[in-house]
């Protein structure tokens, strides 16, 4: 059974530039998220989906941050436009109800 | 306040000893999860166990154990019989509540292990 798989697993990128990063959740599971996790603020939650629909998206920093989930297979977190503080490893997860969350490898950003 | 505090920022355990992280959470909810990941150099994370706010039985998965003390709200990891490949960030987290509220974790600031031979 493949795991939750990101892609890329290093993105480096200039300021003011769009960054997009890409999550396939494992098969079967209803809910995802994305967190992010730097030395200053550790694991933080930016957004979760159940059933492809946003559910809570409170911890997205600003509006240069946006997600979709067009299918139960596939999900972007998108920065546009780029800023050096938003260099980071971002996480995508999955789970069903009730079950553990699974991580992706994570995509180490840097954003220059 | 801090939901889940980890104190440890760091440690070290000879190989073949047990190690103990402390976790702390704080919740006024009945219900909630509590969970341990272990992140290595590699960068993954990786769930280790398990144990929710109603299991009277102490959570355990192999040399993981959970030690839940639920009126001092806290669920320490023990790590029994230390393996080179212990060492690595270690984070409890904790899911409160039911339905959409239940679906988030918030994770502690980590405890980082290195296992010396």
């Known amino acids: 059974d493949a795991g939750v798989i990101q892609s890329p697993r290093h993105e480096v990128t200039e300021m003011g530039q769009e960054v997009t990063l890409r999550c396939k959740p494992i098969?079967?599971?209803?809910?995802l998220f994305w967190y992010r996790q730097t030395m200053m603020r550790g694991l933080e939650l930016l957004i979760y989906?159940?059933?492809?629909?946003?559910?809570?998206d409170s911890g997205m920093p600003e509006d240069r941050f946006s997600a979709k989930m067009p299918n139960a297979s596939f999900s972007t977190l998108k920065i546009q436009p780029s800023e050096p503080r938003d260099s980071a490893v971002y996480f995508c997860?999955?789970?069903?109800?009730?079950?553990?969350?699974?991580f992706g490898n994570g995509t180490r950003l840097t954003v220059t | 306040a801090q939901k889940i505090t980890q104190t440890q920022p760091g440690m070290f355990v000879q190989e073949k000893e047990a190690v103990t992280l402390d976790c702390t959470y704080d919740?006024?909810?009945?219900?909630?999860?509590l969970f341990w990941y272990k992140q290595p150099s590699s960068g993954e994370m990786i769930f280790l166990i398990y144990?929710?706010?109603?299991?009277?039985q102490n959570a355990t998965e192999g040399r993981y154990s959970l030690n839940f003390q639920k009126a001092r709200k806290s669920a320490n990891l023990v790590i029994s019989a230390s393996q080179l490949g212990d060492s690595a960030m270690y984070f409890c987290?904790?899911?409160?509540?039911?339905?959409?509220?239940?679906?988030?974790?918030?994770f502690g600031g980590g405890t980082r292990v290195l296992v010396k031979p």
């Open positions: 987290a904790m899911r409160e509540g039911r339905g959409a509220a239940g679906n988030k974790l918030t």
């Open positions: 144990q929710g706010s109603y299991d009277e």
């Open positions: 989906f159940n059933n492809n629909v946003p559910i809570d």
């Open positions: 919740t006024s909810d009945q219900s909630y999860g």
């Open positions: 098969s079967g599971h209803d809910y």
């Open positions: 997860a999955s789970r069903r109800y009730n079950s553990p969350l699974h």
